[in-house]
């Protein structure tokens, strides 16, 4: 197997690893623990004050546009890795390039901004 | 590894040092950071003498505290959603265990050697986010599901500060390659003046600063702990574990702290080496091997200087208000941030 694709599966072994320590850990613990459930310790923990309907109630997302954003920001710094790890290789006209690329993002952001959407509201 | 060892180890062998390194790498910065910080540190401050009875100077208060928590009840709410709600905190473990993969501690002490590993990083340390809100949805608390949603927000808009500002870093090294970055900067010189190598802190400060802040803000640390804002939100999306799922939580915040310092500590600080003209080393390959135990040392004292600097801003800053989060974040960062890229890619292409 190449060197690659073994580096992908020690990746793996690590994820193993770590759901079999938090099996171990909450394995040792059933052992241990007490088990004792009653119907008031059940109820979802709100201050001492009994919960007012279920606890997924409809609440404002304000997240919407932020996530957005997020997702158009977070794809362009894709695009600048490579050019980042290559920049001498693609001199000044990888430069230019690149800059336009950033500043056509950053008038997304700055159109953003003045629509007033960074605004939390 | 083998070649640290000198003989040739079979590769279930491999792995298996791998996987026991990896444990040290998430159990040893966890478990240092809560002792000396969280509860010595924070109770000097403060002007009390924080844990005494366990131990010396409460030094095995740590166990005393594991041995606590395995003796409560493992709870879920009534209406919760049970198989993810106990999902959850394993979801956030596995990411902090995939995150350390990256990070190498000598020339030839390394779990994984990616040519991408930086990016690999970055994406893999978003996992946890996923694995908070589930924990904030599936409790069925309004206080969880409020704690959840705020997490995400703030780690979605942090997220692109840190990868901006390491952004830098690949720039200057031209390499997505944690040992290049590293031996980049210990075989730089600042203007000419090569004892030092070139830790990219002195060229890259605006980026370290950046990358500072934002990882504040990633491992909701004070000021940026409005997800588990405790006068508002109880203890937002944790409220409703108990027992070793809430340390699960617990133990995957503070290795997640000490993973990030150690990564800022390779991107900034120079990570495992010292600058090579000390020893007359020109690149990885004549790197003598004891680095390999000396790199894991230097790692370590670099690690806690910086989660030093992380737990000392938590003690002493009072919590930002939730919009002045966001605005901080998409107004003052993530401009800072491609400035300082444009114009490290300026320099690095014109000079």
């Known amino acids: 197997m190449s060197e690659f694709l073994r580096d992908y599966l020690t990746v793996i072994w690590f994820g193993a690893a770590a759901l079999a320590i938090g099996a171990i850990l909450l394995g040792a613990a059933a052992l241990v623990r007490p088990s004792h459930p009653n119907f008031e310790k059940s109820i979802a923990y709100e201050s001492g004050v009994d919960p007012v309907g279920i606890g997924w109630s409809q609440s404002q997302i304000r997240y919407y546009v932020f996530a957005l954003l997020f997702v158009i920001f977070d794809v362009e710094a894709v695009f600048l890795f490579p050019w980042a790890a290559n920049i001498e290789r693609y001199g000044a006209f990888g430069l230019i390039v690149m800059v336009v690329f950033i500043v056509l993002l950053l008038d997304g952001l700055v159109y953003a901004w003045k629509r007033g959407l960074l605004r939390w509201v | ?351």
């Open chain 2, 1 to 351: 590894m083998s070649a640290v060892l000198a003989v040739e180890v079979p590769y279930w062998g491999q792995s298996l040092l791998r996987v026991l390194g990896g444990l040290v790498a998430v159990l040893l910065p966890a478990g240092t950071i809560v002792y000396l910080f969280l509860f010595k540190m924070m109770s000097f401050m403060q002007s009390r003498l924080g844990p005494m009875e366990a131990g010396p100077y409460g030094s095995l208060q740590l166990v005393a505290e594991v041995g606590k928590w395995m003796q409560k009840e493992d709870l879920a709410p009534e209406n919760a959603d049970r198989t993810i709600f106990k999902m959850a905190p394993l979801v956030v473990l596995v990411s902090t265990f995939l995150l350390v993969a990256v990070i190498p501690f000598g020339p030839d002490a390394y779990f994984t050697n990616f040519a991408v590993g930086v990016f690999f990083g970055l994406a893999v340390s978003s996992i946890s986010v996923l694995g908070i809100l589930i924990a904030g949805w599936a409790s069925a608390n309004k206080y969880s599901l409020l704690g959840g949603l705020r997490a995400a927000g703030q780690l979605i808009a942090y997220e692109l500060p840190l990868v901006l500002a390491t952004l830098g870093v690949v720039i200057q090294a031209e390499s997505m390659n944690f040992q290049e970055i590293v031996v980049a900067q210990n075989t730089g010189a600042i203007f000419g003046f090569e004892w030092l190598g070139n830790p990219f802190i002195f060229t890259q400060f605006i980026g370290f600063l950046i990358f500072m802040i934002a990882v504040q803000a990633e491992l909701t640390q004070a000021p940026f702990d409005m997800p588990i804002a405790e006068s508002e939100l109880v203890s937002g999306y944790m409220t409703e574990y108990s027992g070793f799922r809430f340390l699960i939580f617990f133990i995957a915040e503070f290795a997640t702290a000490g993973i990030f310092a150690l990564i800022a500590s390779l991107l900034f600080l120079g990570g495992w080496g010292v600058p090579f003209v000390w020893f007359d080393w020109n690149s990885l390959d004549d790197v003598s091997w004891w680095m390999n135990l000396v790199g894991p040392l230097i790692m370590l004292t670099k690690m806690l200087l910086l989660t030093f600097i992380i737990m000392w801003v938590r003690f002493s800053y009072p919590r930002f208000r939730e919009d002045q989060l966001q605005t901080f974040a998409w107004k003052v960062l993530i401009p800072l941030s491609l400035a300082n890229i444009g114009i490290t890619a300026i320099l690095k292409v014109a000079v």
